[in-house]
């Protein structure tokens, strides 16, 4: 499955605090996600660059976790990095947690979901201002989910 499809991401986790840790086994992880975002979200793998469409997303809303549904980005800190991953340069409050990732030469920070652990991506230092970061993201290892505005009122 890609972020293409419309199917809910958290199953299970209606109710579940945003800040509460979710643990699944395996195969309770495997039931619940496609191939290619457990291979993401709970292999540490990566996508293709510029297969996701969330690099053209733009209206207004957040990002959340494939995986769980946590809300890791706002869409007004997203922005055009030309990677072809998405990329934001600030992540929602305590949404990931990091670590060092030593898998290619050259050291790298590494950043998962802080609610369920699923790998998202990794963030360098080479992002616009105001913070100057870059958390560059698997498309498939989030979704979506456009803002609610209110109805507009009715003219009389």
Same mark, same amino acid.
């Given at each position: 499955? =890609? #972020? ?13 605090? !945003? ?15 496609? &191939? ?6 709970? !292999? ?9 469409? +969330?690099?053209?997303? /733009?209206? &207004? ?7 769980? @549904? ?5 869409? #007004? ?6 990677? @072809? ?5 600030? =992540?929602?409050? *305590? ?8 898998? +290619? ?6 950043? /998962?979901?802080?609610?369920? @652990? *699923? /790998?998202?991506? /990794?963030?360098?230092? &080479?992002?616009?201002?105001?913070? *100057? ?8 290892? +989030? ?14």
């Amino acid at each position: 499955m =890609s #972020d293409d499809n419309p199917r809910p991401a958290e199953p299970g986790s209606e109710g579940v605090p !945003q800040n509460e840790r979710i643990d699944l086994a395996e195969s309770e992880w495997r039931a619940r996600l496609a &191939d290619d975002e457990f291979r993401v979200l709970r !292999q540490e793998g990566t996508e293709r660059a510029f297969t996701s469409r +969330l690099n053209a997303e /733009h209206r &207004d809303g957040v990002f959340v976790c494939a995986g769980c @549904g946590a809300e890791l980005f706002r869409s #007004d800190r997203k922005y055009e990095s030309g990677t @072809g991953w998405p990329s934001f340069y600030e =992540s929602m409050p *305590g949404a990931v947690e990091t670590k060092r990732d030593f898998k +290619l030469f050259v050291p790298r920070t590494e950043y /998962h979901c802080a609610r369920c @652990g *699923g /790998h998202q991506g /990794h963030v360098f230092s &080479d992002g616009p201002a105001p913070t *100057g970061l870059r958390y560059c993201n698997n498309g498939v290892a +989030l979704r979506f989910r456009p803002a609610k505005h209110p109805a507009p009122a009715k003219e009389d």
